[in-house]
T-cell receptor, first 115, second 112 residues
Framework: DVKVTQSSRYLVKRTGEKVFLECVQDMDHENMFWYRQDPGLGLRLIYFSYDVKMKEKGDIPEGYSVSREKKERFSLILESASTNQTSMYLC??????????????FGDGTRLSIL | SQQGEEDPQALSIQEGENATMNCSYK?????LQWYRQNSGRGLVHLIL?????REKHSGRLRVTLDTSKKSSSLLITASRAADTASYFCATALNTNAGKSTFGDGTTLTVKP
């Protein structure tokens, strides 16, 4: 079974801090994703990576950056945390699959609170 | 706005009844997937239906796709309390290789 592990289930940080959310997958998947999930807004894609060191902006990249130095690890960085970034953050991975999108496998999420 | 939108937003049924959720989308898709999310957990993939398929089954799940109406439905038969969760559809656009767009979800409550 694919396992996607997010480093923290709950995290509390202060406004202005630089925050790192880590995600590791163990199935050699090419694609990795970061989403945020907010009530009434569903899942929104922040960033997408289709290979090591490759990244693509999603729908809401402002205020975030990502790093993918190794295939199994995809990090989301909040450069200067703000209260409107309080949310549930979900990491996912999938095989590449070209235009035939493959199922995504999700971690259990990190509930981040910015005070 | 969201590519995929689920309907209804919330559904409450008794154990043993069938549950039907619908998903509508706006533009041509490559495939459509359904996911389930238990409270406080990540999403779990349930089923994928390609644009050239009309119906697919997996255990108690039945998914239909009508590309002319740009809609899909997820039917859960003989529901159980353990089916209580949020259900999301995700659409993969022809032009967005690798990425899917998720709807807001339907929250299903199955009462024992």
């Amino acid at each position: 079974d694919v396992k996607v592990t997010q480093s923290s289930r709950y995290l509390v940080k202060r406004t202005g801090e630089k925050v790192f959310l880590e995600c590791v997958q163990d199935m050699d998947h090419e694609n990795m994703f970061w989403y945020r999930q907010d009530p009434g807004l569903g899942l929104r894609l922040i960033y997408f990576s289709y290979d090591v060191k490759m990244k693509e902006k999603g729908d809401i990249p402002e205020g975030y950056s990502v790093s993918r130095e190794k295939k199994e690890r995809f990090s989301l960085i909040l450069e200067s945390a703000s209260t409107n970034q309080t949310s549930m953050y979900l990491c996912a991975s999938s095989l590449r699959g070209g235009y035939s999108n493959q199922p995504q496998h999700f971690g259990d999420g990190t509930r981040l609170s910015i005070l | 706005s969201q590519q995929g939108e689920e309907d209804p937003q919330a559904l409450s049924i008794q154990e043993g009844e069938n549950a039907t959720m619908n998903c509508s989308y706006k533009t041509s898709i490559n495939n459509l997937q359904w996911y389930r999310q238990n409270s406080g957990r990540g999403l779990v993939h349930l089923i994928l239906i390609r644009s050239n398929e009309r119906e697919k089954h997996s255990g108690r799940l039945r998914v239909t796709l009508d590309t002319s109406k740009k809609s899909s439905s997820l039917l859960i038969t003989a529901s159980r309390a353990a089916d209580t969760a949020s259900y999301f559809c995700a659409t993969a656009l022809n032009t967005n290789a690798g990425k899917s767009t998720f709807g807001d979800g339907t929250t299903l409550t199955v009462k024992p």
